[in-house]
């Protein structure tokens, strides 16, 4: 995806101030993030007044450039394939990657703020993810998390019994559902039901 920025960014001190005033809220459940790779955020940061400790000195060198995910991005036989809940298409992030070290997960508006300013890499992809409170029911605080990997099922509708058409349909390679940790089983349930075209009232 090519988006060209859109603003005149403002100093590289004004930047990092004005997306860690949105980093810095809480996070409250089914909030959308945006991940975005450290290392092109060193890039900008390594510029600031205040540059991270131990930045690689390659993160000064020549300009900042559009944002660029294809660090963290994992390409798969489902890429450009699986949607999220919004229907926005789902991107894998390799795995072993930490928090901090090899990303960072953007509210919605850090994010616009930061590809107004830069732009975004053509062949970088946009990286969603939710988060949702994992506290049990009794807890007395929330625990709001980012889902990073949420499940991917491969599901193969089995005929009971046989028909031209299920004959048919027993020929289909398995249909691939995203789904989430987090999804209530009769949620689930009915999100299989609608990808296998199976009547929502069959049990």
């Not at 860690?20 to 060193?42: F, H, P």
């Not at 090899?102 to 732009?119: C, F, K, M, N, R």
């Not at 049990?136 to 599901?155: G, H, M, R, T, Y």
């Not at 299920?166 to 349930?189: C, F, G, H, I």
Request: hydrophobic letters at 35%.
């Amino acid at each position: 995806m090519d988006v060209q920025p859109s603003a005149e960014p403002p100093s590289i001190d004004e930047q990092v101030a004005k997306v860690m005033i949105y980093l810095n809220k809480e996070i409250v459940d089914k909030q959308k993030g945006y991940v975005i790779s450290q290392k092109w955020l060193t890039r900008v940061h390594a510029r600031s007044s205040e540059p991270p400790q131990g930045a690689d000195k390659n993160a000064t060198e020549g300009d900042i450039g559009p944002v660029d995910n294809a660090d963290i991005a994992m390409v798969t036989e489902d890429s450009g394939k699986l949607l999220d809940q919004a229907g926005e298409k789902f991107v894998s992030l390799r795995p072993g990657l930490r928090m901090s070290e090899d990303y960072q997960i953007l509210p919605q508006e850090a994010w616009d703020l930061v590809v107004s300013w830069y732009g975004l890499a053509k062949d970088s992809p946009v990286i969603t993810r939710y988060a949702y409170d994992i506290a049990s029911q009794d807890a007395l605080q929330k625990d709001v998390q980012f889902e990073l990997n949420p499940p991917i099922f491969s599901l193969l509708k089995v005929p009971c019994e046989i028909t031209a058409q299920t004959q048919r349909e027993s020929n289909d390679p398995p249909v691939r559902l995203l789904s989430s940790k987090y999804m209530s089983a009769n949620e689930w349930m009915k999100k299989c039901k609608y990808v296998l075209n199976i009547d929502m009232a069959t049990k």
